[in-house]
């Protein structure tokens, strides 16, 4: 424990999780010139924004440990000696314990390897597959083998994992026919305790499909069901699909909350100012539909499109264009309505009209005509979406969308680069124990974090996952201080053999709600990715989809994916004979229904002074992260009142470097500590930054910006 312990004991700010607003606030603040310590419990980064591989990702949904790092249990007498100076003691204050809880929260977790579940006529006996031994695992790469102290944030999601391979080789070598079984796992779940120690596996056990073997407590021990089919003599085609998914998994990038970008909306355009662009690539999504009618229509980007629709008549196109003209005019922003469904309804829309417009380009998640209160889309609300929508057409393709090559982890991650640039202390695997309250002034004036170490703040800053027990407190609850409750999202992510649209890769797709024969009470936001964001071997697709939880949920979601692909295995190959190969739906390989949890909170008044709570909305919208950029401004000047927002990085080639005390040609330069080095002084009587403004631009996939931070290090 001791040799865990840090140099360093003070700091300006602690804070707890690397979620996206705690990551984005990371990087404005040691930008700004604090010290910054990031802790996260658990062994990943980006919280409910985070990537997995496949493998990865069945591991987390079931809350097993994805390493097998082990905890440093030996000290010797000189390491305690020398920790022992590192300790601090704050006097005239009070222990308050936090939650061992971390996000993501997980509930409902369903995994299912769709194989063979169709019926086979044979007189062999079916086989059950025997309990996995765990073996000892070679070292993987990436985020897994991260050490504990790591200042510097972990390279792409798309690193992280390790291989999977078949159960046993002597095994492999034996068997002459094969046959995979259908193994279906259910897991009814809440995150517990990080967990930091894992049994190894071998490279050869990891490729089969496993049953679930939740390590919690016995109060939340998943249910596990798996079913088997006799073994028949020749394998398939799917079955070898199957295979081939279980070798490739780590090639594939999953996102627990993926989301796109506008491509001229707030996240981009903070990626710009801030230079963190750098970090990342992007590439413009393909095309755009909404599902209506029950056939899947393509959303009118301009002109030509609308004239081109066969969804609407030719009354509804003149309609359509004469609205979209009035909204760029800014000819509507002069009336007055109580909410966006009212303006759109004075514009004598149509219905299908209304569905397009609020659904597939103001982006409603909620049904407009049943919602009430803050699921109402504000008039405001809707006219900026609209505007943002129409003005990122043609920007960088075809659709006003753009999306993370990797994941939408490398935009979190970004951030945490930039705090570690300019001084950032990064710790996974770590948390707080409990906060240290002052008596007299109720602030919190420091933590002891789970490996025994005292560490002072002047803020602390976190999600209400990590202090639920706080926020759930009778004072708390008996006060101002009120929660919500718990939120969430329902998502089912597949794999699929090939697009559910044409030969498409990239693809946003629409299901506005109470869509006949699935009846959705909240609109379905469905995102197709390919090999082209490198979130997909060659020849493959993952389905995103998401929308607000519900009891149903995973009915819905599943009964929203058959309308455009085969969940069930049987399905595909009976009708083979009957069906030519360019009618057929995509084949889901392999796919996952979850839950994701968390709390929304209102009013901080009960709270310790100086503790910061960060957002951590999982439910819509689904696209873009203005609502979350708004929120992380407002903390940034509750701890910095009188500095920039995320202040531009100079270029690597717009620093000079000079040896101290001698001046540069036509000026001299100033060399500063924190990362404000390469502003020069002023210069023929005028006070010249270091860096040049340059026109906004986007990272494009034709120039790709570096992913590497090695020129600011």
């Not at 960060?614 to 439910?619: F, Q, W």
Request: hydrophobic share 30%; net charge negative.
């Amino acid at each position: 424990m001791f040799q865990d312990w840090l140099d360093n004991t003070e700091y300006d700010v602690i804070i707890l999780g690397t979620g996206f607003e705690e990551s984005l606030l990371a990087g404005a603040l040691s930008r700004a010139g604090r010290k910054v310590l990031h802790l996260d419990a658990n062994e990943y980064y980006g919280g409910n924004t985070a990537t997995f591989p496949l493998n990865t990702l069945e591991k987390v949904l079931q809350n097993e440990p994805i390493s097998n790092f082990s905890s440093i249990s030996s000290k010797s007498e000189d390491s305690e000696n020398k920790n022992n100076q590192k300790a601090i003691d704050i006097p005239n204050t009070t222990p308050l314990n936090l939650s061992n809880t971390a996000p993501p929260l997980f509930k409902n977790v369903f995994i299912s390897w769709s194989i063979n579940s169709h019926k086979v006529e044979t007189t062999k006996r079916p086989v059950v597959p025997a309990p996995i031994e765990k073996e000892e695992e070679g070292k993987g790469k990436g985020k897994e083998n991260q050490t504990d102290n790591a200042n510097e944030p972990q390279p792409s999601s798309s690193e992280q994992s390790t291989t999977q391979s078949d159960s046993s080789t002597k095994q492999e070598s034996e068997e002459t026919t094969h046959t995979q079984n259908t193994i279906t796992t259910e897991t009814n779940t809440s995150a517990s305790e990080p967990q930091h120690e894992s049994t190894p596996k071998s490279e050869e056990e990891q490729s089969v499909p496993k049953e679930a073997n939740t390590n919690t407590s016995e109060a939340n021990t998943p249910t596990t069901s798996t079913q088997t089919t006799p073994q028949i003599d020749t394998k398939t085609k799917f079955e070898e699909e199957i295979q081939t998914l279980c070798k490739q998994a780590r090639f594939y990038n999953a996102d627990l909350n993926p989301r796109l970008l506008f491509s001229i909306g707030k996240m981009v355009s903070t990626l710009i100012t801030s230079s963190v662009g750098r970090y990342l690539e992007f590439k413009s999504i393909d095309k755009t539909y909404l599902y209506i009618g029950g056939e899947i229509q393509p959303v009118p980007s301009n002109k030509g499109d609308v004239f081109k629709s066969k969804a609407i008549s030719l009354l509804e196109r003149r309609s359509l264009m004469k609205f979209m003209q009035l909204i760029q005019e800014g000819q509507s922003s002069n009336e007055s309505y109580t909410s966006f469904l009212q303006f759109v309804q004075s514009q004598g829309l149509s219905h299908t009209l209304q569905s397009f417009v609020l659904y597939a380009i103001a982006l409603a998640v909620a049904d407009q005509s049943l919602a009430q209160g803050e699921d109402l889309l504000p008039y405001s609300e809707g006219i900026d979406t609209i505007k943002t929508y129409l003005g990122s057409l043609l920007k960088y393709g075809v659709t006003p969308f753009i999306s993370s090559i990797y994941g939408t982890s490398e935009i979190p991650q970004a951030f945490c680069r930039l705090s570690a640039v300019y001084g950032g202390l990064y710790i996974l695997r770590r948390s707080a124990q409990s906060l240290l309250i002052d008596k007299e002034s109720q602030s919190v004036k420091g933590i002891i974090c789970t490996q025994g170490q005292t560490l002072a703040c002047k803020y602390f800053v976190s999600g209400p996952t990590y202090l639920s027990s706080l926020l759930n407190s009778d004072n708390n609850n008996n006060n101002n201080e009120s929660s919500k409750g718990d939120v969430a999202s329902a998502r089912l992510i597949c794999v699929t053999d090939k697009s559910i649209v044409n030969s498409e890769g990239l693809i946003f797709l629409v299901v506005p709600p109470q869509t006949p024969h699935i009846n959705n009470l909240h609109a379905i936001h469905i995102v197709q990715t390919d090999s082209s964001l490198a979130t997909t071997p060659d020849g493959k697709y993952l389905l995103h989809f998401t929308t607000i939880a519900a009891p149903n949920s995973r009915e819905i979601l599943e009964s929203t994916a058959k309308n455009f692909v085969t969940l069930n295995a049987g399905e595909s190959h009976s009708s083979e004979e009957s069906s030519s190969s360019s009618t057929t739906k995509p084949q889901v390989i392999w796919y996952t229904y979850f839950e994701m949890h968390t709390k929304q909170v209102t009013g901080k008044e009960n709270l310790p002074k100086n503790l910061i709570l960060c957002g951590e909305d999982i439910v819509g919208p689904f696209v873009d992260f203005k609502k979350q950029i708004d929120n992380v401004k407002t903390l940034f000047h509750q701890i910095c009142p009188d500095d920039e927002f995320l202040q531009k990085v100079p270029d690597p080639e717009d620093v000079v470097w000079v040896t101290e005390g001698e001046g540069a040609e036509g000026g001299d330069v100033e060399k500063k500590e924190g990362g404000e080095e390469g502003q020069k002084k002023e210069e023929g009587g005028e006070k010249v930054e270091g860096v040049e403004k340059k026109e906004e631009e986007v990272p494009k996939e034709q120039e790709p910006h570096a992913t590497e931070t090695s020129q600011e290090q």
